[in-house]
């Protein structure tokens, strides 16, 4: 009777991934390792040569589940310190896998100062609720 195999050498790394999104709130995107689609690839976000976090890329998105990669549990979500609210310039976020270095495709991304999307995070919405209320509805005497 012959034994399977199981042979635990690492394979080789392949790396894939994209910035999708650079805005003044959040970075997000994909990162995975062809090679080994089971592991979880770590990322890490630097501006200005000081890095600013660090992420998994480990959240399913039915995209790439449908693109054929692997599980399709490869997307990353970093929050941007809320400075980047306040910036006057356009500032960029390099985007890269921990280990090794290996910068994803569109990165460094320039931080767009203007969010496409009315999402706010709770950081952001906390600080807005502190303010004065004003009634949305009121009309306005011209």
Request: with cysteine.
């Amino acid at each position: 009777m012959i034994e399977p195999s199981h042979d635990t050498t690492p394979r080789p790394r392949q790396i894939e991934g994209f910035v999708d999104n650079c805005d003044c709130m959040s970075v997000s995107g994909w990162c995975c390792d062809a090679a080994n689609p089971d592991h979880e690839v770590e990322l890490s976000f630097t501006c200005d040569g000081v890095e600013l976090g660090r992420t998994k890329a480990n959240k399913f998105r039915r995209d790439l589940l449908l693109a054929g990669k692997g599980t399709g549990r490869y997307g990353d979500f970093f929050e941007l310190p809320r400075e980047f609210l306040s910036r006057t310039d356009a500032p960029h976020v390099e985007v890269a896998v921990v280990e090794g270095g290996q910068a994803l495709v569109g990165s460094p991304a320039e931080v767009r100062m203007k969010v496409g999307e009315m999402l706010i995070s709770h950081l952001v919405f906390d600080e807005l609720s502190e303010g004065t209320q004003q009634d949305v509805h009121e009309r306005r005497s011209d």
